[in-house]
């Protein structure tokens, strides 16, 4: 199952002070608004995402369809067929946004 690039999304409640600490080990922003949501890469390519009264808790992302450069790639899994297989192998999203497009399947671990 190719699940695309990883990273983990913080949801913090200071953006500037979260920024900054991050900034301190390293890392660099590549994207995002500033004020609610900011994309962070280490030197060895490490991804993180800081989000801002985007959503309550941390949440393990993965990006079908982007290499771990936020690069789109031609080849990936959909989504849809990604979330199937997760439930044939008895996993259940805890909500199914994947509709038409290329979205979440947001996975509870219990």
């Known amino acids: ?5 990883f990273s983990v999304s913080l949801s ?3 953006m500037d002070e979260s920024r900054d600490f991050y900034q301190k080990l390293g890392f660099e922003a590549v994207g995002g608004d500033e004020e609610s949501w900011l994309i962070l890469r280490s030197p060895d390519s490490t ?3 800081l989000f801002h009264g985007m959503f309550e808790g ?3 992302t993965f990006n079908p369809g982007w290499n771990s450069d ?13 979330r199937d297989e ?4 008895g996993l ?3 909500n199914d946004t994947t509709g038409e497009t290329q979205s979440l399947v947001r996975l509870v671990s219990h």
């Open 58 to 60: 941390n949440i393990l």
């Open 47 to 49: 991804t993180i995402g």
């Open 12 to 14: 913090v409640s200071d």
């Open 92 to 94: 259940q999203p805890d």
């Open 1 to 5: 199952m190719e699940l695309g690039a």
């Open 70 to 82: 936020a690069e789109e790639i031609d080849e990936f899994t959909d989504i849809r067929k990604i």
């Open 86 to 89: 997760l439930i044939d192998a």
